[in-house]
Nanobody
Framework: QVQLVESGGGLVQAGGSLRLSCAAS????????MGWFRQPPGKEREFVAA????????RYTDSVKGRFAISRDNAKNTVYLQMNSLKPEDTAVYYC??????????????????WGQGTLVTVSS
């Protein structure tokens, strides 16, 4: 099992940028597909982006396409989420997750293999 720790959240003005990081423990990081999810205040957790174990494929929810970019560095056991042109509606707790099944990662939330504790992103208008 992999353990995940997010960092990089904070307060940013609309139009600004942030880069989130998710550090994984263990030697099996490269065997996991990785994803980012978010939970806006008072709403359910939702999918944001995912990347395959080797970085060859990425998926994004429509609302972040062209603004967010997911990447990973298997040598550093870390996955990133670069967020540009941030909007107030991007305000949420952001979570990273790991799963060995990419389809499950992009379609299912509740049964994923591992979750981080979350990092808060607040975008002011």
């Amino acid at each position: 099992q992999v353990q995940l720790v997010e960092s990089g959240g904070g307060l940013v003005q609309a139009g600004g940028s942030l880069r989130l990081s998710c550090a994984a423990s263990g030697r099996t990081f490269s065997s996991y597909h990785m994803g980012w999810f978010r939970q806006p205040p008072g709403k359910e957790r939702e999918f944001v982006a995912a990347i395959t174990w080797n970085g060859a494929n990425e998926r994004y929810t429509d609302s972040v396409k062209g603004r967010f970019a997911i990447s990973r560095d298997n040598a550093k056991n870390t996955v990133y989420l670069q967020m540009n042109s941030l909007k107030p509606e991007d305000t949420a707790v952001y979570y990273c997750a790991a799963d060995r099944n990419f389809i499950r990662l992009v379609t299912t939330i509740k049964t994923l293999d591992a979750w981080g504790q979350g990092t808060l992103v607040t975008v002011s208008s």
